[in-house]
């Protein structure tokens, strides 16, 4: 769910895409999207789209999962929302 221009910006910069499942987007409102990346191939996600992490970790990302029931609803929250920055140093 990017412009077609990023995608392709993207790509030619050598950035590896990944496209998650398209049942599992559709069945949960693009929720399996809502990625929270921490570090170079190491992010957090909501349990409940195993295809989706599956997809990630056969590209070589690792993923911790979190039971998102209580705090996340498809296009309402997820991991990202769930955040708030902070100053490194």
């Given at each position: 769910?990017?412009?077609?221009?990023?995608?392709?910006?993207?790509?030619?910069?050598?950035?590896?895409?990944?496209?998650?499942?398209?049942?599992?987007?559709?069945?949960?409102?693009?929720?399996?999207?809502?990625?929270?990346?921490?570090?170079?191939?190491?992010?957090?996600?909501?349990?409940?789209?195993?295809?989706?992490?599956?997809?990630?970790?056969?590209?070589?990302?690792?993923?911790q999962v979190f039971k998102g029931?209580?705090?996340?609803?498809?296009?309402?929250?997820?991991?990202t929302c769930l955040t708030n920055?902070?100053?490194?140093?």
């Amino acid at each position: 769910m990017i412009p077609a221009t990023l995608w392709t910006l993207l790509k030619e910069s050598g950035i590896e895409l990944i496209v998650a499942p398209a049942d599992e987007f559709e069945a949960s409102f693009g929720l399996n999207l809502n990625v929270l990346p921490t570090s170079p191939n190491n992010c957090i996600m909501i349990d409940g789209f195993p295809k989706t992490k599956k997809v990630m970790e056969e590209s070589g990302v690792s993923v911790q999962v979190f039971k998102g029931d209580a705090l996340c609803m498809a296009c309402e929250g997820g991991p990202t929302c769930l955040t708030n920055p902070i100053l490194r140093g």
